[in-house]
């Protein structure tokens, strides 16, 4: 088995060592043709408005739509989970472009800046369920994205509590909605939708190869039966126009 990877910047490497360890190979995916030879793809965490601007220069976007709506695997983490959604707000000015395919509305920088980054136990126990082990796992989230509205076909796997200073976010109104403020004191980070798994922190910075493992066990339950995702073709992008576009930082593991 081959687990593709979108290798356009971010901690692929990171993923492609965790699937290594694991005894999978990943393979670096950076141009449209290179998906037709995967039967699943991991689109890693790293700056969004970065991956997007290449994903576009490579006119990667098409295929990726594609891949989506044909019902094979995918994992977003972080950036990529952003890059799933179907709504996204909290972008810089003139917003970017999204695949799609994930019913939910994800906050860019919902937990803050670069500085904001931090660790935390999750309760998880689908995963513990599924794959074993203890029902929580270690969340590192960096300049991390939250889900704030899913719709009702997505599975929350994962969720966590905001904090008190955690400022009050409006959703933009849409589809004939009126703006409404999301004052929940939790907010999602790890969902699933049939073909579509997404996180909004790292799990290939850690030791724990659960996550991994459950991306997997879809691949193989994807080939027995093949069900694609509904892929809503319209989605909306919003920017505050008050994030900067920062240097990646090189991703440590985490124990």
């Not at 991390?144 to 400022?167: F, K, M, R, T, Y």
């Not at 999301?182 to 799990?203: C, D, M």
Request: hydrophobic share 40%; glycine share 10%.
């Amino acid at each position: 088995m081959a687990v593709g990877v979108l290798a356009l910047q971010g901690s692929y490497n990171e993923h492609i060592a965790a699937l290594r360890r694991i005894g999978v190979k990943g393979v670096e995916i950076r141009k449209p043709e290179q998906l037709t030879g995967v039967d699943s793809l991991i689109i890693p965490g790293g700056e969004s408005t970065t991956m997007a601007k290449l994903a576009e220069l490579h006119n990667l976007f098409p295929a990726l739509r594609e891949f989506v709506g044909s019902g094979k695997p995918v994992w977003g983490t972080c950036a990529g989970l952003i890059f799933l959604a179907n709504k996204a707000i909290g972008q810089k000015t003139g917003g970017q472009d999204l695949v799609g395919g994930l019913d939910c509305t994800v906050h860019r920088n919902f937990f803050g800046s670069q500085l904001q980054s931090f660790e935390m136990e999750l309760s998880v126990p689908k995963l513990a369920e599924k794959e074993g082990g203890t029902a929580t796992c270690r969340g590192v989230f960096i300049r991390a994205p939250a889900i704030l509205e899913v719709g009702p076909n997505v599975e929350v796997i994962a969720d966590c509590p905001v904090s008190s200073d955690q400022l009050k976010v409006a959703i933009p109104a849409s589809d004939g909605q009126e703006e409404k403020e999301f004052t929940n004191n939790r907010v999602i980070v790890a969902v699933k939708q049939g073909n579509l798994l997404a996180t909004a922190f790292h799990p290939e910075l850690t030791s724990d190869s659960r996550w991994h493992r459950y991306f997997l066990a879809m691949v193989d339950e994807s080939k027995e039966e093949a069900a694609p995702s509904e892929v809503m073709v319209k989605y909306d992008l919003y920017g505050d126009g008050n994030d900067r576009v920062k240097k990646p930082y090189d991703l440590p593991i985490f124990e």
